[in-house]
Antibody, heavy 120, light 111 residues
Framework: QVQLQESGPGLVKPSQTLSLTCSVSGASISSGDYYWNWIRQHPGKGLEWIGYIYRGGSTSYNLSLKSRVAISLDTSETQFSLHLSSVTAADTAMYYCAIIPTVTKSFDYWGQGALVTVSS | NFMLTQPHSVSESPGKTVTISCTRS????????VQWYQHRPGSSPTTVIYGDDQRPSGVPSRFSGSIDSSSNSASLIISGLKTEDEADYYC??????????FGGGTKLTVL
């Protein structure tokens, strides 16, 4: 049974870097069977894909965020992380980690979400 | 890149059938698979349709998906509506660079 759990600060100051970690159980990050994603949802808005990491470290990012975002794998291979730099109030959102099995190509597994507020 | 356009909201009565559309702005709708997600408040999204018309195990047969090349759109059809179906629904597909594209979401009200 695949389970995901986001963790990280709920409050980040403007211009700082937002960092979140997704802890994974029931699936191997070193496996080529999944894409490891971050998605966010601004208050009252729709889902926005941030990016994913796959196959040992290759990444793909939303072009609108590409200059500020980095997704990485933890060396323990049980976690992957999101780093979003130079944040503003516009980055206040619920952040989800989610994985896409290559078989279905759909977001089959999601974390519970982590609310991050950007404020001084 | 392309956009996926969904109606902002739809409403229907219990027991009826509702169709939520998802129109691709450029490129063929059939060129990459379309997925549909149900998102209830306070919960994480769940997949109700993947691969255009495939239903994950555990999803009721009341949910079905289709694509229409003539209108360049995908549709989520929910029959026998129940109050528990009230949620936001998102379509999702991929562009040619394998980047994820979400539709704007549709709020389904069952009244």
């Amino acid at each position: 049974q695949v389970q995901l759990q986001e963790s990280g600060p709920g409050l980040v100051k403007p211009s700082q870097t937002l960092s979140l970690t997704c802890s994974v159980s029931g699936a191997s990050i070193s496996s080529g069977d999944y894409y490891w994603n971050w998605i966010r949802q601004h208050p009252g808005k729709g889902l926005e894909w941030i990016g994913y990491i796959y196959r040992g470290g290759s990444t793909s990012y939303n072009l609108s965020l590409k200059s500020r975002v980095a997704i990485s794998l933890d060396t323990s291979e049980t976690q992957f992380s999101l780093h979003l730099s130079s944040v503003t109030a516009a980055d206040t959102a619920m952040y989800y980690c989610a994985i896409i099995p290559t078989v279905t190509k759909s977001f089959d597994y999601w974390g519970q979400g982590a609310l991050v507020t950007v404020s001084s | 890149n392309f956009m996926l356009t969904q109606p902002h909201s739809v409403s229907e009565s219990p027991g009826k059938t509702v169709t939520i559309s998802c129109t691709r702005s450029s490129g063929r709708i059939a060129s990459t698979y379309v997925q549909w997600y149900q998102h209830r408040p306070g919960s994480s999204p769940t997949t109700v349709i993947y691969g255009d018309d495939q239903r994950p195990s555990g999803v009721p047969s009341r949910f079905s998906g289709s694509i229409d090349s003539s209108s360049n759109s995908a549709s989520l059809i929910i029959s026998g509506l129940k109050t528990e179906d009230e949620a936001d629904y998102y379509c999702q597909s991929y562009d040619s660079n394998n980047h994820v594209v979400f539709g704007g979401g549709t709020k389904l009200t069952v009244l």
